[in-house]
């Protein structure tokens, strides 16, 4: 699309070595390659990050793109963002996105981390196929990462190729857009585009760049790397830029790098608390793909659960469901204590006295989770108010108690996760039909039922306000696995109408609308057993 594309002059400039730790990498010169507000297009990053913390990136050019054209540009997230639609659809803004170009003063950058991957350690990963454009200030003052996802090989590529491929970008773009759309902290997607390449995988693969959004780009796996310095004075500035943006209080306390810990402690067990409400599964939480923000990230294996099933595992490479549903708050825990582990040498006492502080704070995790969960659970099950206050009923232990008790009967009773909390709705309103038919005569789920319109009786709410409440909170439309499988065959065959369809289906997945029955069923039996992979 674009002929004389920017980045064919990236390739020829001269390369300059630099040195990073652990590796000598030969970096292309930016310089030349730079674009300017052409076309109307304005995108001033800063480089914040890269001049704070240059021991954790490498300065690195996009790999260019042969023929860059977008696929879907999220115009509604662009326009939040500050940015123009229509200058990032123009042929610079295309470049851009595509990893064809870099804008005027950006210093893109691979980022580097480590990470546990199914529990071992990884020393050096970092983005092997991505790279740090630099930071926005949106309209509202708040910074964000401009981020490339498959912009070609970096230092860190190791024996990857560093592209990506269509299907799975554009999966991102569809299930983050959803988590979005639930309330769940997610980073997001600007754009997906192809690159005119193919790129091998199973098959060839139209290659595409994924341009994500994030508060940051900051890991668990940014902090165990830092740590692996063996120099403290990284680890003490990592603490203070990632307090700085995101959690600001820490840097306030006594000990900034404990207080940090407390404050992912507690965005963690929020983001778990809210996964489990709507049955997501990550899929592959390695703490690389744990955020300091507390949003989601990484989109490779996850999927919605169907049938609720606390050891339901999608992803083709979890073997032993280390990343079950059920166990996604115990490998969060494991994962925050490796990023205590990673703090230690930067908190302020001895030794002893660090571990111990860091024990402690670790140890509130499982009952902030259990507040978290029960807060979003008394929600769903229709006690609280559509004002989104808990009242001391919902959080009583008498609620408590059923919401405890719940996951075992819907597992006894194999019931559809999404579609449970909905009937439940309707016979809230006094509708008992949808709900009897989906439990059947599973004996564990009609006691749970009898317990749960003892508890309502108490509620003096008109049945329909209590109803209208509960569906505000229980989505209609997740997208379903079979429904993003087919949204996605057909785009990569070069018909985008089922994705776009689905998009906007998910954008407003609590309000029931007619005509859209079929995306709220589940999959049909001809369907499954569903696998999913790793971003590829
Ligand atoms: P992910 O599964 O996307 O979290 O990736 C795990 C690690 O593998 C990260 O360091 C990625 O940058 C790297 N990686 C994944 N796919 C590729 C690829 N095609 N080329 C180079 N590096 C990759
Ligand atoms: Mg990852």
């Given at each position: 699309m674009v002929a004389e594309s920017p980045v064919s002059m990236a390739a020829r400039t001269s390369p300059m070595e630099r040195t990073v730790p652990g590796v000598r990498t030969m970096v292309g010169s930016l310089a030349g390659m730079a674009i300017g507000s052409e076309d109307g297009l304005r995108l001033d990053l800063d480089d914040w990050f890269a001049r704070d913390?240059?021991?954790?990136c490498v300065p690195w050019p996009p790999g260019g793109a042969t023929e860059p054209a977008l696929v879907l540009l999220n115009g509604r997230l662009a326009s939040d963002l500050g940015l123009d639609p229509d200058a990032l659809a123009r042929p610079t803004g295309v470049a851009v996105l595509c990893g064809d170009a870099v804008p005027a003063g950006a210093n893109p950058v691979a980022q580097a981390y480590a990470g546990h991957q199914f529990g071992g350690y990884s020393p050096r990963l970092g983005d092997g196929r991505a790279l740090l454009l630099g930071e926005l200030t949106t309209p509202a003052a708040r910074r964000v990462d401009v981020h490339l996802k498959g912009s070609g090989r970096t230092p860190?590529?190791?024996?990857?190729?560093g592209r990506a491929a269509l299907g799975p970008m554009l999966r991102e773009y569809l299930i983050s857009e959803a988590m979005a759309a639930l309330d769940i902290p997610t980073t997001r997607v600007l754009s997906v585009g192809t690159t005119g390449d193919l790129v091998r995988r199973e098959e060839l693969a139209p290659g595409a760049v994924l341009a994500r959004v994030a508060a940051s780009h900051l890991r668990v796996g940014t902090f165990q790397y830092a740590a692996s310095l063996g120099d403290p004075d990284v680890v003490t500035r990592l603490v203070t830029h990632a307090a700085t943006r995101h959690h600001p209080g820490a840097l306030d306390a006594d000990d900034p790098a404990l207080a940090l810990l407390d404050a992912v402690v507690e965005v963690q067990a929020d983001l778990v608390a809210r996964w489990s409400a709507v049955g997501f599964i990550h899929g592959v939480l390695n703490t690389d793909n744990v955020t300091i923000s507390g949003e989601t990230i990484d989109y490779g294996p996850c999927a919605f659960m169907d049938r609720h099933d606390p050891t339901t595992v999608f992803s083709s490479i979890d073997h032993g469901g280390r990343y079950a549903f059920g166990n996604q708050p115990s490998i969060t825990l494991w994962n925050l204590a490796r990023l205590a582990e990673a703090l230690l040498g930067a908190m302020t006492g001895d030794v002893d006295a660090n571990v111990a502080s860091a024990t402690e704070v670790l140890e509130t995790f499982p009952d902030r989770y259990r507040r978290q969960l029960h807060g979003h659970y008394a929600a769903k099950l229709g006690f609280v108010a559509t004002d989104d206050r808990p009242t001391d009923h919902a959080m009583s232990s008498v609620v408590g108690d059923l919401v405890d008790d719940l996951s075992a009967a819907m597992t006894s009773a194999q019931v559809d996760h999404t579609t449970f909390f909905r009937h439940l709705g309707r016979a809230a309103a006094g509708d008992d039909r949808p709900l009897a038919d989906l439990v059947g005569d599973d004996a564990a789920l009609l006691e749970w039922l009898e317990r749960w319109r003892t508890v309502r009786?108490?509620?003096?709410?008109?049945a329909e306000v209590v109803s209208a409440a509960m569906d505000d909170v229980n989505p209609l439309y997740v997208p379903r696995n079979h429904l993003v499988e087919e949204a996605l065959a057909a785009a990569v065959d070069g018909d985008l109408g089922a994705c776009s369809d689905l998009l906007d289906v998910l954008a407003d997945p609590f309000t029931q609308r007619p005509g859209l029955e079929r995306y709220a069923e589940p999959a049909p039996?001809?369907?499954?057993p569903y696998r999913t992979f790793c971003g590829t």
């Open positions: 913390l240059p021991e954790l860190f590529a190791r024996g990857g190729d009786l108490v509620d003096r709410r008109p039996a001809s369907f499954g």
